[in-house]
């Protein structure tokens, strides 16, 4: 297996796939990216990817299937990050454990993340090719 900016859980793949599933034959998969916003700093962002709006320069993972796109001004920040989906009493949603995460807010939908560092970025990069 290549190179992967991040990685999915069994959970979040069955959940990706049904999303894909009940959106339409143009529906290829989901796009994470970072977006600035709420009381931490960033969001982490989730939107579906279509045929049009795929894009070449954006790395993609695919598990059981399904497949994420990760936009690349966003791979610093989610480098080593475990995508997951969780039903709880309280929650139903995606879940990400960033390692690249330094706090987070009490409510839990923003957070506060350092850029990966690009030397590990690199090495993960060329090991995967080899």
């Given at each position: 297996m290549g190179f992967q900016v991040i990685t999915l859980t069994d959970a979040a793949a069955t959940?990706?796939?049904?999303i894909i599933?009940?959106?339409?034959p143009d529906a290829l998969g989901l796009r994470v990216s970072i977006k600035k916003g709420g009381c931490a700093?960033?969001?982490y962002a989730?939107?579906?990817v279509t045929r049009e709006s795929a894009r070449a320069g954006d790395d993609t993972v695919e598990h059981s299937g399904a497949r994420v796109w990760v936009d690349p001004a966003?791979?610093?920040y989610l480098l080593g990050t475990e995508m997951d989906f969780e039903v709880?009493?309280?929650r139903t949603g995606f879940v990400f454990r960033n390692p690249n995460e330094t706090s987070a807010c009490g409510?839990?939908?923003s957070v506060e993340l350092k850029a990966a560092d690009l030397a590990e970025l690199a090495k993960a990069?060329?090991?995967?090719?080899?």
């Open positions: 959940r990706v796939n049904e599933g009940n959106s339409g700093g960033m969001e989730v939107d579906l966003a791979s610093l709880t009493r309280l409510c839990g939908e990069r060329q090991a995967a090719a080899h």
